[in-house]
């Protein structure tokens, strides 16, 4: 069992920046495939950015360059870095654990990002 939930999510002007968070509860990530995904108005939800401690790191081309995802442990938090927002960015961010073993798939409650002039 794993709870996720997401945080800094706001509003911002093109060229900003900001730094969301994903905070897990009840158990570690541990051997899993952990991700950031967006959902924007109208659009299919798109994954942005996923994370392994074997595999690395992997972006979608839209992303890549700008954000940045990382894994802290020994806080059970998974972050996404976004710098140089653009007015597409705007969505509905949610973090996303997979366990390989089980298989065992969980989602937060999303987080908002807007970004406008």
């Known amino acids: 069992q794993l709870q996720l939930v997401e945080s800094g999510g706001g509003l911002v002007q093109p060229g900003g920046s900001l730094r969301l968070s994903c905070l897990a509860s009840?158990?570690?990530?541990?051997?899993?495939?952990v991700g950031w995904y967006r959902q924007a108005p109208g659009k299919q939800r798109e994954r942005l950015a996923t994370?392994?401690?074997?595999?690395?790191?992997n972006y979608a081309d839209s992303v890549k360059g700008r954000f940045t995802i990382s894994l802290d442990n020994a806080k059970n938090t998974v972050y996404l870095q976004m710098d140089n927002l653009k007015p597409e960015d705007t969505g509905v961010y949610y973090c996303?654990?997979?366990?390989?073993?089980?298989?065992?798939?969980?989602w937060g409650q999303g987080t908002q990002v807007t970004v406008s002039s």
């Open positions: 994370i392994t401690s074997g595999s690395g790191t």
């Open positions: 009840g158990s570690g990530f541990g051997m899993s495939v």
């Open positions: 996303n654990v997979y366990r390989i073993i089980g298989r065992d798939d969980y």
